[in-house]
């Protein structure tokens, strides 16, 4: 089966602000604001992700401790920059070891819980979690 996907549009409006324990009103007025945008249908129907519920629930916590909507709005846009940039480097991540892997041979030795271990030309290191040093060719 897939994996649940947060960023899946799927909410209608009236079952988003159940969700988030809001008014629909509220919901229209956080989108006119920027606070939270869900995405459009072609009829331009709003749906929400999981995301946005969880956003939507974070604003109604933050301001029940009395931050601002504009400072709210600035909460919610580092994080959304942060969720981006985490993901960025994940990808980037996972194509270095991509390629690197493509590389036979490169690799010295790899660290990890159980110490220094050595490798042979073409060889992983037996967990996927070490620190690998790479010989550059």
């Known amino acids: ?79 959304n920059q942060n969720a981006e940039l985490n993901k960025r480097i994940r990808d980037l991540e996972q194509a270095l070891a991509n390629e690197l892997m493509n590389r036979p041979g490169a690799r010295v030795f790899a660290a990890g819980g159980s110490g220094i271990e050595t490798l042979t030309p073409g060889q992983r290191p037996s967990r996927h979690t070490s620190v690998v040093l790479w010989r550059k060719r």
Do not use: K
Not at 32 to 55: D, K
Not at 59 to 77: F, H, T, W
């Open 1 to 79: 089966m897939d994996e649940f996907d947060v960023d899946t549009p799927m909410f209608a409006i009236t079952f988003a602000a159940e969700l988030a324990f809001m008014h629909a009103q509220t919901l229209r007025q956080y989108d006119r604001m920027g606070l939270v945008v869900p995405t459009r249908t072609g009829g331009q129907s709003r749906r929400y992700t999981m995301r946005n519920i969880a956003q939507l629930r974070e604003i109604a916590r933050l301001s029940n401790e009395g931050v601002s909507l504009e400072g709210i709005r600035r909460i919610l846009e580092l994080e």
